[in-house]
């Protein structure tokens, strides 16, 4: 009997695999006017579509003339508006053309889930009014993020505080940097809130509370070094960034040497954020093989989800001095079968000055063993070559990065980690 339930299993298979293609050919024939119409029309032209109508309520407008000009535009799947069932993080390829420089790729994104999106109307709504339905222009100077309107000078720690990972713990310092990067005005360059305005005030703060993510990459442009992908602009609650190239996932089963240069980025990604001479320390909170992508032509690592950053004030902790500030803090290392796990405290980023957090997150989720994504586990340094697994330096630095035996053991585990796979690295050119 069980030598038929393989075979009864694999019917059942091929079974659901053909009606999965017999539905999926009847959503086309019932879609055939709707598809038609989509390679037709340009949807990034319309206001609705972009929800350029419920600006200020939205994430700003400086790419709006390039939107209604039709100078962006869906590639090919993009649209199928009948396949954004499957696209639930709302995020989509375009192409972008200047008439001097061509055209090149493009990434969309709305930020949040359509029930997400939805869900910051309702809470508008109920802040203003009452009720979950209302007039969501009328109702934005209803509400906290109207509050700042006038003349107030300066974004404070006490208005925003907690509103995103981003504020988490803010300092004067951070919130001066972001007004003043902030891309969605003509004026920017003034830390000076009142600069901006009564439309732009509230667009950045509905930023800041819904997803930070474009506040995040305009206070720490690219063009500066850090390791995130370009902001472009925004129209309504459509935002426009710089297209990296393939994701992270797609390089796990790349050669050895390609793996090594990779991982090395990593770690030098996670050394970066941690120190630099800004004395900001961004703590990756969601750390995936989506959330990282590789340059096609230079090979480089680009964080390009920063919706979920933690920066700390160095600056602010050594002059506040918070209890154990200066006693270096170990994260905690958690074993668990689902992916990228990872255990923190956001209020210990905040209140210590040397903290090991991005080594953890970067060894434990995308280079050692216990990385698991897509059912496939190992990490990116899976199944290296037969002499450097006999060596076993790899697999102890990976390990204790990971899993510290020692205290302080990740610190110095990451730091023989970068000088180890600079050194394989160098060895394969």
């Known amino acids: 009997m069980l030598r038929f339930l393989p075979l009864k299993l694999g019917r059942l298979y091929r079974c659901l695999k ?225 297209y990296v190239g393939e994701e992270l996932w797609s390089f796990f089963n790349a050669p050895w040497e390609k793996r090594v240069d990779l991982a090395k980025q990593l770690m030098d990604i996670a050394e970066q954020l941690t120190n630099n001479d800004f004395d900001f320390a961004l703590y990756l909170l969601d750390v995936s093989f989506d959330n990282f992508a590789v340059g096609p032509r230079d090979g480089k690592v680009i964080v390009v989800d920063a919706e979920n950053v933690v920066v700390a004030d160095k600056r602010v902790i050594k002059q506040n001095k918070p209890e154990n500030y200066d006693v270096w803090y170990e994260s905690k290392f958690e074993e668990c079968d689902k992916e990228a796990c990872l255990s923190f405290s956001k209020d210990m980023l905040c209140s210590r000055v040397t903290v090991d957090h991005n080594y953890y997150a970067i060894c434990q989720n995308l280079l050692s063993r216990y990385a698991v994504w897509r059912g496939s586990s190992g990490g990116l340094l899976h199944d290296p070559p037969p002499h450097i697994a006999k060596d076993g330096q790899l697999e102890v630095l990976l390990d204790e990065c990971t899993n510290p035996k020692k205290r302080y053991g990740r610190f110095q585990a990451a730091k023989e980690l970068r000088e180890y796979l600079t050194q394989l690295s160098s060895t394969a050119r």
């Open 18 to 242: 053909l009606l999965f293609v017999i539905g999926l050919f009847v959503i086309l024939l019932m879609n055939t006017h709707n598809l038609f119409a989509s390679f037709q029309k340009n949807e990034l032209t319309d206001r609705r579509f972009i929800n350029l109508n419920k600006c200020p309520a939205c994430f700003g407008t400086s790419w709006c003339r390039k939107f209604m000009n039709g100078q962006i535009s869906f590639e090919t799947w993009g649209r199928l508006r009948f396949l954004d069932v499957f696209n639930v993080k709302n995020v989509f390829f375009a192409q972008y053309g200047e008439p001097r420089e061509g055209t090149r790729r493009i990434v969309l994104k709305r930020l949040g889930s359509n029930q997400e999106l939805t869900d910051i109307d309702q809470k508008i709504c109920k802040r203003a009014t009452g009720r979950p339905r209302c007039d969501l222009i009328q109702a934005m100077y209803k509400t906290e993020f109207a509050r700042l309107n006038g003349d107030v000078r300066l974004l404070t720690p006490d208005v925003v505080e907690g509103w995103s990972d981003l504020v988490h713990c803010p300092s004067q310092r951070l919130l001066d940097r972001i007004v003043r990067r902030y891309a969605e005005t003509k004026d920017s360059g003034s830390f000076l809130l009142k600069n901006l305005k009564d439309t732009e005030r509230m667009q950045l703060l509905m930023t800041l509370a819904f997803n930070p993510e474009p506040l995040v990459l305009q206070s720490f442009p690219s063009d500066e070094g850090w390791p995130f992908a370009k902001y472009l602009g925004a129209c309504g609650r459509m935002v426009a960034v710089n």
